[in-house]
């Protein structure tokens, strides 16, 4: 019987951080293309929705820089 070989903490983590820095890539295009909004078609739904989303990654940087509800 032959074992599938196991991944690595140092593989499993290198793999996620891959991910992470290819979802904040794509983040970084998707905020940067809300700006194409003209003013005049701006509407509260795109405030709520760039608002939201700067709730998310502020709780995201909270956690990684130990601030907010995760300062010691």
Avoid: S
């Amino acid at each position: 019987m032959t074992t599938k070989p196991q991944r690595t903490a140092l593989e499993a983590y290198m793999a996620h951080h891959a991910a992470a820095l290819a979802l904040l890539a794509r983040i970084t295009v998707a905020i940067e293309n809300h700006d194409d909004v003209p003013a005049e078609g701006l509407h509260w739904g795109h405030v709520g929705d760039i608002a939201e989303t700067e709730q998310q990654l502020q709780r995201i940087a909270d956690r990684l820089f130990n601030e907010g509800e995760y300062a010691d």
